[in-house]
């Protein structure tokens, strides 16, 4: 008789008080102990199963059972792992960060600061910033060793929208490149998952956790 056929069987003989499958998760053991019963009672007393059969089914639940054990310690874990990231999460707080934007609003007199990552070698690198309307205020040259990343500063800003262009030259032509600016996190928000962790960094906007190009160390 197959597993099938029995649980068809087990359903019909009376066993509503002892349900095979209980809801949010299944206890395997009582489980194959119903069908144990089923097949024994519905088997043709003329020609009995061969044990090996049911040793065999007994087995298979137990194999069934350690994977859902398995995949409910796994669960627990990354609820864990979860939960753990949230927390590092809000001690960003207070923390200056580097994120990958060009464009930063000043709301008192300060500094804007970031660096930007080479790739590939160049002659040059240059970084340009521009205020609101769009005019060139200061420009550097930066220190350059190769490959890597070159750190900027544009000191003592006034209050106001800003905008940093960076460009590296080589052999006669110019690249653009990414800034990334610093900017301190003023509020971590959550959301349904993890995956949904805001940083509001103070006159950059927001950003997800894996936008976080580096901590920035404070000297």
């Not at 990552?117 to 060139?136: F, H, I, K, P, R």
Request: hydrophobic share 35%; proline share 2%.
């Amino acid at each position: 008789m197959s597993v099938n056929s029995v649980s068809s069987a087990v359903s019909t003989t009376g066993t509503s008080n002892n349900p095979i499958i209980a809801s949010n998760g299944s206890d395997l053991s009582n489980m194959f102990l119903n069908l144990l019963v089923a097949q024994i009672s519905h088997q043709n007393p003329l020609n009995p199963q061969d044990g090996t059969q049911f040793v065999s089914q007994l087995a298979q639940f137990s194999s069934l059972e350690s994977l859902q054990s398995i995949k409910q310690n796994t669960a627990d874990t990354q609820t864990s792992l979860n939960t753990l990231q949230v927390l590092d999460a809000t001690k960003l707080v207070g923390t200056e960060v580097n994120v990958q934007t060009g464009t930063q609003v000043l709301e008192q007199q300060g500094n804007i600061k970031g660096q930007v990552n080479l790739s590939a070698a160049a002659d040059s690198v240059t970084a340009q910033l521009y205020n609101a309307d769009g005019e060139l205020i200061e420009q550097q040259q930066l220190p350059y060793s190769g490959q890597g990343t070159l750190n900027f500063q544009f000191d003592d800003q006034d209050a106001g929208a800003y905008t940093v262009k960076v460009y590296a030259q080589s052999n006669g032509l110019s690249t653009n490149l990414q800034p990334w600016l610093s900017g301190q996190v003023e509020r971590v928000s959550v959301g349904n998952s993890v995956d949904d962790i805001l940083l509001q960094v103070n006159g950059l906007g927001n950003f997800n956790l894996s936008d976080i190009n580096q901590l920035v160390t404070q000297s």
